[in-house]
Protein backbone atom coordinates (compact mmCIF):
# COMPACT_ATOMS: atom_id res chain seq x y z
CA UNK A 1 0.00 0.00 0.00
CA UNK A 2 1.42 4.02 -1.17
CA UNK A 3 1.48 6.19 2.00
CA UNK A 4 -1.09 9.16 1.45
CA UNK A 5 1.12 12.65 1.65
CA UNK A 6 -0.72 15.53 3.22
CA UNK A 7 1.01 19.00 4.39
CA UNK A 8 2.04 19.31 7.60
CA UNK A 9 0.32 21.58 10.05
CA UNK A 10 1.34 23.61 13.60
CA UNK A 11 -1.17 20.61 14.73
CA UNK A 12 1.79 18.22 14.21
CA UNK A 13 4.08 19.69 16.34
CA UNK A 14 3.96 16.64 19.04
CA UNK A 15 4.57 14.03 15.83
CA UNK A 16 7.13 15.71 14.12
CA UNK A 17 9.02 15.90 17.69
CA UNK A 18 8.63 11.79 17.87
CA UNK A 19 9.60 11.78 14.63
CA UNK A 20 13.21 14.17 15.59
CA UNK A 21 13.79 11.09 17.88
CA UNK A 22 13.19 8.51 15.14
CA UNK A 23 15.68 10.75 13.11
CA UNK A 24 18.64 10.01 15.60
CA UNK A 25 21.40 7.54 14.15
CA UNK A 26 22.14 5.53 16.80
CA UNK A 27 25.68 3.32 15.68
CA UNK A 28 25.04 -0.22 16.67
CA UNK A 29 27.38 -0.43 19.75
CA UNK A 30 26.03 2.42 21.08
CA UNK A 31 22.96 2.62 23.52
CA UNK A 32 20.06 4.71 22.15
CA UNK A 33 19.26 8.12 23.61
CA UNK A 34 17.00 9.05 26.48
CA UNK A 35 14.17 10.60 24.21
CA UNK A 36 13.83 13.55 26.41
CA UNK A 37 17.33 14.56 24.20
CA UNK A 38 14.63 16.02 22.30
CA UNK A 39 13.91 18.60 24.67
CA UNK A 40 17.48 20.30 24.31
CA UNK A 41 17.74 23.30 22.58
CA UNK A 42 19.93 21.63 19.79
CA UNK A 43 17.76 19.84 18.77
CA UNK A 44 14.32 21.60 20.11
CA UNK A 45 15.04 24.19 17.69
CA UNK A 46 13.97 22.07 14.68
CA UNK A 47 10.36 21.79 15.85
CA UNK A 48 9.27 24.29 18.59
CA UNK A 49 6.58 26.52 17.13
CA UNK A 50 6.79 24.35 13.74
CA UNK A 51 4.31 26.06 11.70
CA UNK A 52 4.35 29.52 13.31
CA UNK A 53 7.66 30.32 11.42
CA UNK A 54 8.13 31.57 7.89
CA UNK A 55 9.61 29.31 5.79
CA UNK A 56 8.40 25.71 7.86
CA UNK A 57 7.33 23.44 4.93
CA UNK A 58 7.43 19.53 5.79
CA UNK A 59 4.62 16.52 4.76
CA UNK A 60 3.24 13.56 6.68
CA UNK A 61 2.79 10.03 5.41
CA UNK A 62 0.04 8.56 6.63
CA UNK A 63 -0.63 4.52 6.27
CA UNK A 64 -4.90 3.74 7.16
CA UNK A 65 -5.39 7.20 8.48
CA UNK A 66 -2.35 6.86 10.95
CA UNK A 67 0.74 8.80 10.27
CA UNK A 68 3.94 6.70 10.14
CA UNK A 69 6.76 9.35 8.95
CA UNK A 70 7.49 13.15 7.96
CA UNK A 71 9.77 15.19 6.26
CA UNK A 72 10.35 19.08 7.00
CA UNK A 73 12.55 22.00 6.96
CA UNK A 74 13.53 25.25 8.57
CA UNK A 75 15.41 28.13 8.13
CA UNK A 76 18.22 28.56 11.04
CA UNK A 77 20.45 31.68 10.63
CA UNK A 78 23.76 32.59 11.52
CA UNK A 79 23.56 33.15 14.47
CA UNK A 80 21.50 29.75 16.01
CA UNK A 81 22.81 27.18 12.98
CA UNK A 82 21.94 23.63 13.19
CA UNK A 83 23.71 20.23 13.01
CA UNK A 84 23.18 20.64 8.64
CA UNK A 85 24.07 24.60 8.27
CA UNK A 86 24.75 25.78 5.25
CA UNK A 87 23.46 29.53 4.97
CA UNK A 88 20.77 31.53 6.25
CA UNK A 89 18.91 30.91 2.83
CA UNK A 90 19.19 27.48 2.51
CA UNK A 91 16.96 25.29 4.85
CA UNK A 92 17.36 22.25 6.74
CA UNK A 93 16.03 19.13 6.58
CA UNK A 94 14.83 16.78 8.67
CA UNK A 95 13.29 13.13 8.30
CA UNK A 96 11.97 9.99 10.00
CA UNK A 97 10.15 6.84 9.16
CA UNK A 98 8.98 4.75 11.78
CA UNK A 99 10.85 1.75 12.23
CA UNK A 100 7.96 -0.56 11.25
CA UNK A 101 7.36 1.13 8.06
CA UNK A 102 10.37 0.95 6.74
CA UNK A 103 11.40 -0.27 3.51
CA UNK A 104 8.07 0.35 2.02
CA UNK A 105 9.46 3.44 0.04
CA UNK A 106 7.70 5.65 2.54
CA UNK A 107 10.97 7.57 2.70
CA UNK A 108 11.29 8.27 -0.84
CA UNK A 109 7.41 9.56 -0.83
CA UNK A 110 8.39 11.91 1.41
CA UNK A 111 11.38 13.14 0.09
CA UNK A 112 10.09 13.84 -2.95
CA UNK A 113 7.05 15.62 -1.93
CA UNK A 114 9.55 18.04 0.02
CA UNK A 115 11.95 18.51 -2.81
CA UNK A 116 9.08 19.58 -5.22
CA UNK A 117 8.12 22.01 -2.71
CA UNK A 118 11.53 23.44 -1.72
CA UNK A 119 14.21 22.31 -4.36
CA UNK A 120 17.06 23.56 -2.25
CA UNK A 121 17.69 22.09 1.07
CA UNK A 122 20.65 21.09 3.58
CA UNK A 123 20.84 18.00 6.13
CA UNK A 124 23.29 16.47 8.09
CA UNK A 125 23.60 12.63 8.49
CA UNK A 126 26.15 10.11 9.88
CA UNK A 127 28.38 8.81 7.14
CA UNK A 128 27.06 5.20 8.36
CA UNK A 129 23.45 6.15 8.23
CA UNK A 130 22.03 3.89 5.14
CA UNK A 131 19.92 6.77 4.57
CA UNK A 132 22.98 8.64 3.14
CA UNK A 133 22.49 6.52 -0.03
CA UNK A 134 19.63 7.81 -0.47
CA UNK A 135 20.16 11.80 -0.25
CA UNK A 136 22.89 10.92 -2.87
CA UNK A 137 20.55 9.34 -5.27
CA UNK A 138 18.20 12.57 -4.62
CA UNK A 139 20.80 14.93 -5.78
CA UNK A 140 22.86 15.73 -2.38
CA UNK A 141 26.43 16.59 -2.16
CA UNK A 142 28.98 16.12 0.63
CA UNK A 143 30.00 19.48 1.36
CA UNK A 144 31.46 19.21 5.03
CA UNK A 145 32.98 16.50 6.67
CA UNK A 146 33.63 16.63 10.83
CA UNK A 147 34.50 12.93 12.14
CA UNK A 148 31.68 10.63 10.80
CA UNK A 149 29.05 13.87 10.51
CA UNK A 150 28.93 14.62 6.99
CA UNK A 151 26.95 17.88 5.90
CA UNK A 152 24.93 17.71 2.43
CA UNK A 153 23.39 20.12 0.34
CA UNK A 154 20.60 19.76 -2.83
CA UNK A 155 21.51 22.84 -4.72
CA UNK A 156 17.95 23.17 -6.10
CA UNK A 157 16.45 24.17 -9.47
CA UNK A 158 18.66 24.10 -12.59
CA UNK A 159 21.63 26.52 -11.67
CA UNK A 160 23.65 26.91 -14.89
CA UNK A 161 26.86 27.99 -13.66
CA UNK A 162 29.27 28.23 -10.51
CA UNK A 163 31.73 30.37 -9.03
CA UNK A 164 34.49 30.78 -6.80
CA UNK A 165 34.49 33.94 -4.58
CA UNK A 166 36.30 35.19 -1.22
CA UNK A 167 33.52 37.07 0.14
CA UNK A 168 34.10 40.46 1.90
CA UNK A 169 31.34 41.17 4.56
CA UNK A 170 33.04 43.81 5.79
CA UNK A 171 32.44 45.62 2.23
CA UNK A 172 28.69 44.57 2.05
CA UNK A 173 27.00 47.76 4.43
CA UNK A 174 29.37 49.98 2.41
CA UNK A 175 29.16 48.90 -1.38
CA UNK A 176 25.22 47.38 -1.15
CA UNK A 177 23.15 50.30 -1.72
CA UNK A 178 25.66 50.80 -5.16
CA UNK A 179 26.15 47.25 -5.95
CA UNK A 180 21.98 47.05 -5.78
CA UNK A 181 21.72 49.53 -8.40
CA UNK A 182 24.71 48.97 -10.36
CA UNK A 183 25.96 45.53 -10.31
CA UNK A 184 23.68 42.77 -12.06
CA UNK A 185 25.83 40.42 -9.73
CA UNK A 186 24.45 41.68 -6.71
CA UNK A 187 20.65 41.14 -8.22
CA UNK A 188 21.31 37.20 -8.55
CA UNK A 189 22.45 37.39 -5.22
CA UNK A 190 26.04 37.45 -4.95
CA UNK A 191 27.77 39.03 -2.10
CA UNK A 192 30.45 41.71 -2.20
CA UNK A 193 33.26 39.28 -3.01
CA UNK A 194 36.92 39.05 -4.94
CA UNK A 195 36.40 36.26 -7.70
CA UNK A 196 38.72 33.31 -7.45
CA UNK A 197 37.60 31.98 -10.69
CA UNK A 198 34.55 31.94 -12.69
CA UNK A 199 32.74 30.45 -14.40
CA UNK A 200 34.00 26.90 -12.49
CA UNK A 201 32.29 23.71 -13.35
CA UNK A 202 28.99 23.42 -14.80
CA UNK A 203 26.72 22.67 -11.09
CA UNK A 204 25.32 19.38 -12.40
CA UNK A 205 28.94 18.33 -12.65
CA UNK A 206 30.26 19.09 -9.14
CA UNK A 207 29.95 16.16 -7.18
CA UNK A 208 31.50 15.14 -3.67
CA UNK A 209 34.76 15.00 -5.18
CA UNK A 210 35.09 17.74 -6.52
CA UNK A 211 33.85 19.48 -3.36
CA UNK A 212 36.52 17.15 -1.44
CA UNK A 213 39.70 18.43 -3.77
CA UNK A 214 38.63 22.23 -3.26
CA UNK A 215 38.64 21.69 0.48
CA UNK A 216 42.16 20.25 0.50
CA UNK A 217 43.57 22.88 -2.02
CA UNK A 218 41.97 25.70 0.05
CA UNK A 219 43.14 24.58 3.83
CA UNK A 220 46.89 24.76 1.89
CA UNK A 221 46.29 28.72 1.91
CA UNK A 222 46.78 30.81 5.19
CA UNK A 223 43.96 33.52 5.86
CA UNK A 224 45.07 37.18 5.00
CA UNK A 225 44.29 40.21 5.73
CA UNK A 226 42.81 42.54 3.04
CA UNK A 227 42.47 46.19 2.56
CA UNK A 228 40.54 48.38 0.03
CA UNK A 229 41.45 52.01 -0.29
CA UNK A 230 41.10 53.16 -4.06
CA UNK A 231 37.95 52.92 -6.73
CA UNK A 232 39.40 52.16 -10.15
CA UNK A 233 37.67 51.50 -13.55
CA UNK A 234 38.02 49.26 -16.19
CA UNK A 235 37.74 51.42 -19.16
CA UNK A 236 34.97 53.40 -18.85
CA UNK A 237 32.36 51.00 -18.14
CA UNK A 238 32.95 48.73 -14.71
CA UNK A 239 34.20 50.50 -11.18
CA UNK A 240 35.75 48.65 -8.73
CA UNK A 241 37.39 48.64 -5.55
CA UNK A 242 41.39 47.41 -5.72
CA UNK A 243 42.43 44.76 -3.06
CA UNK A 244 45.41 44.25 -1.16
CA UNK A 245 47.31 42.51 -1.13
CA UNK A 246 46.08 41.35 -4.71
CA UNK A 247 48.98 38.95 -5.62
CA UNK A 248 46.94 36.71 -2.51
CA UNK A 249 43.52 36.61 -4.60
CA UNK A 250 45.87 35.45 -7.94
CA UNK A 251 47.60 32.84 -5.79
CA UNK A 252 43.72 31.66 -5.41
CA UNK A 253 42.97 31.92 -8.93
CA UNK A 254 46.14 30.12 -10.10
CA UNK A 255 45.78 27.11 -7.85
CA UNK A 256 42.45 26.61 -8.84
CA UNK A 257 42.93 27.39 -13.21
CA UNK A 258 46.03 24.81 -12.67
CA UNK A 259 44.00 22.24 -11.25
CA UNK A 260 41.43 22.59 -13.26
CA UNK A 261 42.58 23.68 -16.31
CA UNK A 262 39.21 23.35 -18.26
CA UNK A 263 37.69 26.36 -16.59
CA UNK A 264 40.11 28.69 -17.39
CA UNK A 265 39.12 32.62 -15.39
CA UNK A 266 36.72 34.50 -17.36
CA UNK A 267 36.98 31.80 -20.52
CA UNK A 268 40.17 32.91 -21.40
CA UNK A 269 38.77 36.10 -22.95
CA UNK A 270 41.24 38.41 -20.68
CA UNK A 271 45.17 38.01 -20.58
CA UNK A 272 45.91 39.31 -17.66
CA UNK A 273 43.04 38.10 -14.70
CA UNK A 274 43.38 41.72 -12.41
CA UNK A 275 41.44 40.55 -9.04
CA UNK A 276 38.60 43.38 -7.87
CA UNK A 277 35.75 43.69 -5.90
CA UNK A 278 32.97 44.85 -8.75
CA UNK A 279 30.47 47.96 -7.18
CA UNK A 280 29.23 48.55 -10.55
CA UNK A 281 29.06 47.26 -14.36
CA UNK A 282 27.54 48.42 -17.33
CA UNK A 283 28.59 52.00 -17.17
CA UNK A 284 29.57 54.92 -17.92
CA UNK A 285 26.55 56.79 -16.34
CA UNK A 286 26.49 59.88 -14.23
CA UNK A 287 24.63 57.94 -11.62
CA UNK A 288 27.62 55.25 -10.79
CA UNK A 289 30.55 57.87 -11.31
CA UNK A 290 28.53 59.70 -8.44
CA UNK A 291 28.21 56.91 -6.29
CA UNK A 292 31.34 55.58 -7.12
CA UNK A 293 33.02 59.28 -5.44
CA UNK A 294 30.67 58.83 -2.10
CA UNK A 295 31.50 55.68 -1.75
CA UNK A 296 35.70 56.86 -1.96
CA UNK A 297 34.73 58.43 1.24
CA UNK A 298 33.80 55.62 3.42
CA UNK A 299 37.10 53.86 2.14
CA UNK A 300 39.35 52.29 3.56
CA UNK A 301 37.59 48.73 3.95
CA UNK A 302 39.78 46.21 6.30
CA UNK A 303 38.57 42.65 6.36
CA UNK A 304 40.38 39.25 6.73
CA UNK A 305 40.08 36.78 3.96
CA UNK A 306 39.28 33.65 6.08
CA UNK A 307 37.41 31.36 3.62
CA UNK A 308 36.61 30.99 -0.58
CA UNK A 309 32.43 30.23 -1.22
CA UNK A 310 31.44 27.77 -3.57
CA UNK A 311 28.85 29.32 -5.51
CA UNK A 312 25.59 28.10 -8.16
CA UNK A 313 22.65 29.98 -9.85
CA UNK A 314 21.65 31.27 -13.57
CA UNK A 315 20.59 34.65 -14.86
CA UNK A 316 17.73 34.70 -12.24
CA UNK A 317 16.85 37.00 -9.88
CA UNK A 318 18.92 35.76 -6.06
CA UNK A 319 19.33 32.53 -7.74
CA UNK A 320 22.70 32.38 -6.79
CA UNK A 321 23.17 30.51 -3.62
CA UNK A 322 26.29 29.04 -1.49
CA UNK A 323 27.09 25.28 -2.42
CA UNK A 324 29.96 24.98 0.03
CA UNK A 325 32.50 26.77 1.97
CA UNK A 326 35.92 25.98 2.53
CA UNK A 327 38.02 27.87 5.45
CA UNK A 328 41.57 28.89 4.46
CA UNK A 329 43.93 27.95 7.18
CA UNK A 330 44.63 29.73 10.59
CA UNK A 331 48.08 28.31 11.03
CA UNK A 332 49.51 32.03 11.00
CA UNK A 333 48.37 34.65 13.29
CA UNK A 334 46.98 37.83 11.13
Not at 91 to 115: D, F, K, N, W, Y
Not at 275 to 290: A, F, N, Q, R, Y
Request: with cysteine; net charge negative; proline share 9%.
Amino acid sequence: MNPTIRNAAASDEAFLREMLYVALFVPPDRPPFAPDVVDQPELARYVDGFGTRGGDVGFIAELDGRPVGAAWVRQLTDADPGYGFVDAATPELSIAVSEEHRRRHVGTTLMEALLATVPRCSLSVDRRNPAARLYERLGFVIVTIDGDSQTMVRLGNQPTESALVVPVPAAEPVVEPCRQLHDGAARLGVPAHVTVLYPFAPPASIDTQIVSNLRQLFSSVTAFAVEFHEIRWFGELTAWLAPEPANEFSRLTSMVAGRWPQYPPYRGEHENVVPHLTIGDGGPSPELTEAAAQLETALPIRDLATEVWLMAGSNEVASWKTVARFPLSTGQSL
